[in-house]
């Protein structure tokens, strides 16, 4: 079984930053497995980042914010850094592992002056 547990969000005003990190514990095989959602107040849950098979960064072209996804494999743990934030990028963030279709409880981040 896999657990999942983000980190990292908070207020912040527009055009700042966030780094939000997603913890990996138990039998996951890859961090390659482990995709950024968000979903924001009476909105659908949207994908915001994740890997290829080949582990390199996929992000949504339609979805217009600034992120960037990382994984460190010593620390089981993936990043989203987000960057230029916008009051529109408010949302409850979660991590999803794509092996057992499993989610953590999300990070709130909210973005208002």
């Known amino acids: 079984q896999v657990q999942l547990m983000e980190s990292g969000g908070g207020l912040v005003q527009p055009g700042g930053s966030l780094r939000l990190s997603c913890v990996v514990s138990?039998?996951?095989?890859?961090?390659?497995?482990i995709a950024w959602y968000r979903q924001a107040p009476g909105k659908q849950r949207e994908w915001v980042a994740g890997?290829?098979?080949?582990?390199?960064?996929s992000y949504p072209i339609s979805l217009n914010v600034d992120a960037t996804i990382s994984r460190d494999n010593a620390k089981n743990t993936v990043y989203l850094q987000l960057n230029s934030l916008k009051p529109e990028d408010t949302a409850v963030y979660y991590c999803?592992?794509?092996?057992?279709?499993?989610w953590g409880q999300g990070t709130q981040v909210t973005v208002s002056s």
């Open positions: 890997f290829t098979s080949a582990g390199t960064p």
């Open positions: 999803k592992d794509f092996v057992t279709s499993g």
């Open positions: 138990g039998d996951q095989s890859s961090l390659n497995y």
